[in-house]
């Protein structure tokens, strides 16, 4: 349910207003690398999810190709320096330069914290400003494996109206694949549940560690009427440029497109792995529709 990505920085106004609905992620410590792991290998590992030759990173992260070789195969061992680097190189999310640095013998650099925490507290106003911004439309927010942690009213009405109350899940990919969810009120369900997929065998493949991500794939490809395409990764599908939700109950209809906003340069991994989707009206039945539903 997602289409532009924009960045935000966390330095908002620091008031904000009172979310309508909020359930915090828990205090998570980075999962630890298996210890016959190399630190190489992992280098390795995204080197090609990135499709980066040896020789393409080592200019990027202006070190010797020989020398990375060394690292990859385990016969160097990198400094904490070198690790940065390549890590910046390939644009690797917090969570696993943490476990790149703890397998390469470093301490993580990166902690993880609660929404719920008191120096989180700025954060939580600006992602309730802008939920509360975006009302009369729906608006929501997800980490990186897609756990709803907090919506606006509009949301709340919305999910009211077409399912008569809160989704069956707490989880927006099982959400749209459960057939006891909100699956029968997708007009153009295939659609959604094929980006969605596609994005979640795309993390696995950069996060192959881990194991949250890869039990809801499990999960999701275990309900009915799964095509057998979306079993397996795709390298290279393109997608959508813009991907329209079609909520449908007897004869009401509403259709948005999504935009995502991320924080920029976060030091946390909660942050590094928040999403706040906001739902717009792609014409203006939706958009009065939505208004009158939020009155």
Known sequence: MAAMTWEVMTSLPDGGVSSPAV????????????????????LREWRQVRRLSQFTLALEAEVSARHLSYVETGKSQPSRDMVWRLADALDVPLRERNTLLVAAGYAPEYRESSLTT???????????????????????????????????????????????????????????????????????????????????????????????????????????????????????????PLLTTVFRKGELELSYFSTLTTFGTPRDVTLDELHIECMFPMDEATAELSRKLLA
């Open 118 to 240: 008191p120096e989180m507290a700025p954060v939580r106003r600006a992602i309730e400003f802008i939920l509360k911004q975006q009302e009369p439309f729906p608006a929501l927010v997800t980490n990186r494996s897609w756990d709803v942690l907090m919506t606006n009213h509009a949301a709340i009405r919305l999910f009211g109206v077409f399912r008569g109350g809160a989704p069956k899940h707490g989880n927006v990919l099982e959400q749209v694949f459960d057939p006891e969810d909100m699956r029968p009120v997708l007009g153009n369900w295939e659609e959604v549940a094929a980006y969605l997929i596609r994005h979640l065998h795309e993390a696995l493949a950069a996060a192959p560690g881990d194991e949250k991500l890869r039990a809801l794939r499990d999960r999701v490809l275990r309900y009915p009427d799964i095509p057998e395409r979306w079993r397996t990764r795709e390298p290279g599908a393109l997608p959508l």
């Open 23 to 42: 359930s915090t992620s828990l205090r998570r410590s980075p999962p630890p690398p298996t210890p016959d792991v190399h630190v190489g290998a992992l």
